[in-house]
């Protein structure tokens, strides 16, 4: 009695049976009881590994990964996606500190099977009417949660491509031309991000045709913070070399130590100097959902743009992010339209202003708002809230649970990131090789953790700080109890060293 | 017993069923069971409706978008899904000819459905083990289609953002100066492609800051076909206005009337001026599956990269598209990385060279080699060979049936484009309205189509032709009496125009 086929328990109609039986049909049925046993039943057991580590060549021999001439029985699939379930790691699992996209949410997930099955693009209201609708409506709750009454936005693959967008519209902004005659039309320009800014503002630099060398970087205090008096430092540099600085990017919620750069003195300089600028709030945007932290973004409402992921905090699951635009004079269509006639034909029997497809520069783009729209419809506005408060919450109980350890040192910074001091380190701060040490505990704890398969959690070096780990805490089903684990489990797997 | 819900039937063990009635698997698990009956059952019958037409405000008004405070009960969500599913286009549906997505093949499903499960990211083998191994050996097996044993490769966001990725990689071939730099260290640069060559180039050359002046058009025979002769001749052009021809983008199958470039005679120039060729074989890239069709893509092989899309004629389900590269010097990973020290430490206990996701300009990736990857599993490389045969002998027949009738007016394309004219129109060819009249006729019959709901096929103008449509035939799903319904109902939806 352990599986729930429906076929098998025979509660369908004689006509969905039939129309069941047939290969395929069956096939996705028969996967989808996969799916829930072994990724969300056992994936979602903290007794169960977060990983069943293999290296590449024992998995690409476990795979059998090679395309043949002819096709596979029901059966052999059926295996297939087992394994792929099986030596796949379970981001859902409780014990997945990893990335920033932890946990799952039933809902969005839905959304998302219901996305894939529906197989439409999100360009025009003919094909995707529903999904028109529901973006307009998800980015104006999203703006309005920044606090604009107007503006604009979109869905874009991923938080890198967010920056890249607005990066770019704000260089339409300040240089038209450039969409028609390029770069070599325009002066030198200057992009100012922190040291701790993510590195998709340097891709974006390179991508776009602006080069890394223009991209200014700006100090950061203790905190990871952006150091306002080097940002006009730096603009003061960059005109000095005859580049016109036009884009800043503050942050909200650093990648590794989660660190708010303070939005309205960055404001107050950007105005000052008539540049964008835009708040890659792609980590930290969900505080605005709670009243008790979103103090921590205060002023970004002054932003030109703001990226936002809700596949992060939120738990939308990947890939949900948005760029969202202050402006009301559809730059961002102006800037990236084509206007193909093949797909936005202007003689359509509705109003084509719902054809928003030309403010993309993608053609078919996956629809995203769903699964956030339908977690949102189920949770509500205070659900999200809550979310947020969980997590900080939690993180909050994990610090005061590491000061009571000697095993742990924290690092100054929001997130809750750490150094696991090892019995042969302990009390040797002083010693000549300790930092040297020090940076080889985390990935040899790293290496153990992911082997035995208990849980995940990434480490980096940054800034002279030698290697440490970073906890992601977002997933509505951690406890404390998960909490303790995670700490008994470090000192654990570091006791030898 | 029209419900196939595992728990009513009660054929789950007493844990599971715990599990399961949580609430947020009960949705998940009832969801499941409405995607199955609402669209892939109903929505791929040829007696239900495509779509269910409603216009923007009653649509608005059904479906209640407004995001609130606090959550909706089960039922009511349940219903929202159910609304999802009745007002979208079922892109599945055997009539629906509008997009080069359209049909369902059910092992790709899976897939799909597997992956937004597993929820991950492309970006290390860390956190994607199978899925790097995976993506690895898809690329190296589209590779050898096209003609190559080895070679670089990267899955993207769409065919649009696959075109992106090669200029940017040719123009850091050309110019690596432009990574750091940016294009003021740099000539002007000219892209050349044809005028039926997609608008993505457009988009491309715009957002990577070389301007759409600088995209050369290159004209095209009856066929839409690209003449080297011109291209010869606006290489010229370029050079005179001191700009250095560095890419030329041929088309193995062009959006609308799905022309073929001559690819020998575009590589031979290419060569002669030390030029990238790349060839979007975004739609015509399938042919190659065929070994009765692959003649049409002769010379692929001389190209540098290849952008090729498996969701359109192999049904793998958006988003699937890759960009092949030549290259074996690793420049896309040169031209792209930033070796971020969060994501890509280097002291991992595992082989490095597989955290493949700084090639990407991504941070975060979608996982698309899996739908392609247990498709091909499922039914080989000689099922997917049929598959495109299967399309070729379809719109063979489509065309021999339009001959038959007085009613159609077949275009000079590759692709079944044709014009219907209506019975006011018969034998007026040459009165002065003509072309107007007839270009108005495609507008009224999609618009009672679509509200009709019966089936969706796409219209455009295009270089002097008025509004014609444009069949397309790739569903495995589709017979010959779906081609007779259809000018059948062609006929019948202009019979009073």
């Known amino acids: 009695a352990q599986c729930f086929n429906p076929i098998s328990c025979g509660a369908v109609s004689e006509e969905l049976f039939l129309w069941l039986i047939s290969d395929g049909k069956l096939f996705l049925t028969e996967a989808f009881n996969v799916i829930m046993e072994e990724i969300l039943h056992k994936g979602t057991d903290s007794e169960e590994k977060v990983c069943e580590w293999k290296d ?3 998995l690409r021999a476990l795979l059998d990964l090679d395309l043949r001439e002819h096709g596979e029985s029901h059966k ?3 295996q297939r996606v087992r394994d792929v379930a099986r030596y796949s790691v379970k981001t859902c699992h409780p014990r997945f500190f990893n990335q920033l996209f932890a946990g799952v949410d039933y809902h969005a997930l839905t959304g998302r099977l219901l996305t894939e099955t529906l197989n439409t693009s999100q360009y025009t209201y003919e094909v995707a009417p529903v999904f028109v609708l529901m973006e ?4 104006c709750k999203l703006r309005s949660l920044v606090g604009w009454s107007e503006g604009d936005g979109i869905f874009c693959p991923g938080g890198s491509m ?3 967008y607005a990066m770019n519209v704000a260089r339409y902004w300040a240089f038209p031309q450039v969409k028609t005659q390029g770069l ?15 590195y998709s503002m340097k891709k974006a630099a390179a991508f776009l045709g602006i080069g890394t060398d223009n991209v200014f970087i700006v100090q950061v205090d203790e905190s990871g913070s952006m150091r306002p008096e080097d940002l006009e430092a730096k603009i003061v540099q960059a005109k000095s070399q005859d580049a016109v600085p036009f884009f800043v990017n503050a942050t909200a919620g650093t990648t590794v130590q989660g660190a708010f750069d303070p939005l309205n003195r960055i404001a107050d300089i950007s105005e000052r100097n008539g540049m964008w600028m835009h708040v890659d709030a792609a980590w930290g945007g969900s505080v605005l959902f709670s009243k008790k932290h979103k103090h921590l973004v205060a002023g970004i409402e002054r932003a030109n743009s703001v990226t936002w992921n809700p596949h992060k905090m939120l738990l939308a699951g990947l890939q949900c992010s948005v760029v969202l635009f202050r402006d009301t004079t559809n730059l961002l269509m102006h800037c990236h339209s084509a206007k193909a006639t093949y797909l936005f034909q202007q003689d359509k029997f509705y109003d084509t202003s719902l054809d928003t497809g030309d403010k993309s520069i993608q053609c078919g783009r996956k629809v995203d708002c769903l699964k956030l729209w339908l977690m949102w419809k189920a949770i509500g506005t205070h659900g999200l809230s809550e979310r947020v408060e969980k ?24 997130n809750v990131c750490f150094w696991f001091i090892p019995p042969s380190l302990r009390r040797k701060e002083n010693s000549a090789d300790y930092q040297e040490s020090l940076s080889k505990v985390a990935p040899v704890i790293k290496e153990r953790m992911i082997k035995r ?8 070096p940054m800034d002279g700080h030698v290697n440490f780990f970073r906890m992601v805490v977002v997933s509505p089903q951690l406890t404390t109890k998960d909490m303790d684990f995670f700490l008994d489990e470090i000192e654990d797997l570091g006791k030898d060293l």
């Open 391 to 414: 997590a900080f919450a939690l993180a909050r109980y994990l610090v005061e649970e590491m000061e009571k350890r000697d095993n742990f040192k924290l690092g100054p910074f929001v």
């Open 76 to 78: 052999q699939l059926l």
């Open 56 to 58: 590449p060549d024992q």
């Open 162 to 164: 967010s920056n890249m």
């Open 453 to 460: 398969g208990t849980m995940m959690v990434g480490y980096q």
């Open 136 to 139: 307009e409506e998800v980015l």
């Open 184 to 198: 070599w039309a325009t002066p030198r320009m200057a992009i100012f991000t922190s040291q701790q800014g993510h």
